[in-house]
């Protein structure tokens, strides 16, 4: 089992940039894929990123492709998304997951892919 608790948001402005970070506790964060999903106001869960145990495998939704970028540090049992030019329509509240994967290069996508889900950091892109 593992824990995971996000961290990173707040309120910038429209074009600027947010660094999310998702710590694991208790089983290594190695076993897992790990995931970044954001719910706005009044809509569903969406994907954002994912990224593959080993780290070198990475799969981004396409509102975000190109703006954002996934990464792990597997010794700090660390997922971080770094999110840059950020428009308002990135506001959300950011949730970090992870899913249990027998392979390394596993990237899922879809939440119910994922076992463990972090409580969310509130992230507000104003215009």
């Known amino acids: 089992q593992v824990q995971l608790v996000e961290s990173g948001g707040g309120l910038v402005q429209a074009g600027g940039s947010l660094r999310l970070s998702c710590v694991a506790s208790?089983?290594?964060?190695?076993?897992?894929?790990m995931g970044w999903f954001r719910q706005a106001p009044g809509k569903e869960r969406d994907f954002v990123a994912t990224?593959?145990?080993?780290?070198?495998?990475?799969i981004y939704a396409d509102s975000v492709q190109g703006r954002f970028a996934v990464s792990r540090d597997n010794a700090k049992n660390t997922v971080t998304l770094q999110m840059n030019s950020l428009k308002p329509e990135d506001t959300a509240d950011y949730y970090c997951?992870?899913?249990?994967?027998?392979?390394?290069?596993?990237?899922?996508?879809?939440?119910?892919?994922?076992?463990?889900w972090g409580q969310g950091t509130q992230v507000t892109v104003s215009s």
């Open positions: 997951a992870a899913a249990q994967a027998a392979l390394t290069f596993t990237v899922p996508q879809r939440q119910e892919q994922f076992n463990y």
């Open positions: 208790g089983r290594s964060s190695s076993f897992y894929a």
């Open positions: 990224i593959s145990r080993s780290g070198g495998r990475t």
